[in-house]
């Protein structure tokens, strides 16, 4: 997926594009992972089933790790992106049909499926212009994603349980995914395709074109930093529902009022700190990081306020948009192709996204709901000390890895 229209257009409208496409998908996404769990405990789920419903549609970008790069490169982009949008327009409006908690699990394992693809065509297209967008921009694609995933979403949908029954909720979502799907068809063009070699003959070329992104760049830690922030997210994101609407006696609106409070630094930091992150080593940057979300996830695991649960949600917000920001230059200076590396870094969130929610879905009836954030405090912890030993410093040098973009 191209530039809107022609390669003519300019870099700014180009970069405007895409944080458009962004936070719409965002936005609807986002609202989702509130009216999901909400619906959910509407069945009466419990917390284990919470959690495996939030982090089943992570599956889908485990078992597409291979797949969506051929995808990509053989089908282009656009035709991905819309055949993804489509579907979840479908399995959207079919979540009030639900009569059950496994009904949930289904249609988010398949919504996952065809969730990775749209993500996959529409991330491997922005970095693939990432040169001409500038690499201080780098963060600037997740950034807006959440501006919508973790802010406005959670705030609409919050506002529209308040005033809506949740069917009608599901209903407006599966219209509004339908705003990405127009402008993608309407704006975007596919770039050139390679030529299609046949399935097999592709799933073998897959493999060598991994085997050597992964010889030719350290990769180890920026995935395992995008898989351990993106399961503490998706904790937070499924587990702040019950504990603050069972728990804590509150409206829907204060829980998403959480999520929009972490979104919102998160935001804040991707979008400020960005200019900073060539001027600090990475080292330091995952220090830091570590601290801040360490901190915050023992508060939130200890808190039984709600104003102070706002507080450290906040304090997360930084400590995640920190990660983000050294993941996103790591990712956007990667020499090779650009499909097999956003399958990669798609794969580290898939495995976040889904083992993060159910593990903790399940640790909850030994630890407590709220004991579950306690938990990823000595991963983030470790993150840090591997971060600072001096072969990942020479790895994560992003002197060491712009000389390497440029060879």
Known sequence: ???PKSESVSPNAVLTSYLVLNVVSGAVAGALQLAVPLFALKLAASTAQIGLIRGISGVGMLLLVVPAGLLVDHFGARRLFLLGSLVATLLTFSIP???IPFHLVLLQGVAGIFGSIKGTSLNASFFERIKDLGLDKVGWF?????IGMTFLGPLFAGWAAAVLDLSTVFRILSALTLVPT???FLFHRDTPRAANIGL??????QWGDFREVWRDNPLGLPLATEALATGCFSCFAA???PIVVVGMHRSASHASALISMEGGVFIATVFLAGKFVPKISPSKLYLLAAVATSLSLVGIGLS????????FAATMGIGLGLFNLVTATRQGMVRGSRGKTVSLFTAAIGAGASLGPMLGGQLSNLVGTSGTFLLFVPAFLLLAAVASTPERRQELSFEATSAQAAS
């Open 1 to 3: 997926m191209s530039s």
């Open 142 to 146: 997740k950034g807006s994603m959440s």
């Open 304 to 311: 039984r306020q709600y104003l102070s649960l706002a507080a």
């Open 97 to 99: 049909f639900a009569s």
């Open 182 to 184: 127009t402008l993608v």
């Open 200 to 205: 097999f003959r592709g799933i073998a070329a």
């Open 239 to 241: 587990f702040v529902v």
